[in-house]
């Protein structure tokens, strides 16, 4: 399948971004199908955000083409921004804003034309009626992590970009995040979620694993283990990257 095939919600080959001289990111291909979550993996610093930051038109790559929702990734970033929904590793509303102020204030920037609508829709999506006064800097780990994707849902997006959304919460609070990520999937929803827990990584219908700039492996949980002769998930990234450290070396 090409790079441009318009059936994937992602499709991307040769992606490149460096900084200073370094890749960051080196030559990746990537490739999702609509209505499926990717967990994407690697460690810190291998070169995630910046790739998620180039999909969703925030940053332009060095190198590369390919699609984002059947758009160019670098001539129509501009659109590709309004069909996104991207969830940042930090919290990235405002604290001193109610949970209804913050919804409201994105709506706004979106420019929804039944702004009081969609934001008592994302209220409840997310179980956050109840709270909707409450200050967004006075919210626990979990809540401010609901209140982000429901910021992120607010447009209706047909895919999500989401890195390390789970960092910082309580077991509960990812389970429960999970089950929606899942119910999302399940509307036509495209996910691609950054995560570093073997759990969550085991939720998603395919993953893929980058270190070093580079994708390592792609493919089912089931595959990647037994293309590296691992016993499990986490022991076949460990071989993975000691490989990739042998042939860079």
């Not at 441009?4 to 080196?26: E, H, P, Q």
């Not at 501009?78 to 604290?95: C, D, H, P, S, W």
């Not at 089912?220 to 283990?225: R, Y």
Request: proline content about 2%; charged content about 25%; glycine content about 10%.
């Amino acid at each position: 399948m090409s790079a441009g095939d318009g059936s994937a919600a992602i499709a991307v080959r040769g992606l490149s971004k460096r900084y200073d001289g370094r890749a960051v990111v080196d030559q990746l291909d990537l490739q999702l199908q609509r209505g499926r979550v990717c967990g994407f993996l690697g460690p810190n610093g291998s070169g995630k955000t910046t790739t998620l930051r180039m999909l969703c038109g925030l940053l332009k790559p060095d190198g590369g083409s390919g699609t984002c929702l059947g758009l160019d990734i670098v001539r129509e970033a501009a659109a590709i921004k309004r069909q996104v929904g991207y969830m940042t590793q930090r919290f990235g509303l405002y604290e001193d804003l109610s949970i209804r102020e913050n919804l409201d204030f994105i709506a706004r920037l979106f420019e929804l034309p039944k702004r009081r609508a969609e934001v008592d829709g994302a209220l409840e999506r997310l179980g956050l009626t109840a709270r909707q006064r409450q200050l967004a800097g006075q919210l626990s780990g979990g809540w401010k992590q609901r209140l982000a994707l429901a910021a992120c849902l607010i447009h209706r997006p047909s895919l999500l970009l989401l890195d390390e959304p789970t960092a910082g919460v309580d077991p509960k609070a990812r389970r429960d995040f999970w089950d929606e990520i899942h119910r999302l999937a399940a509307e036509g929803i495209t996910v691609l979620v950054s995560t570093h827990y073997m759990d969550e990584a085991l939720r998603c219908d395919q993953l893929c694993y980058i270190a070093f700039g580079r994708v390592l492996a792609e493919g089912t949980a089931s595959q990647i283990v037994a293309a590296a002769g691992a016993t499990d998930l986490e022991d076949a990234f460990v071989r993975l990257v000691d490989n990739a450290q042998d042939n860079f070396a």
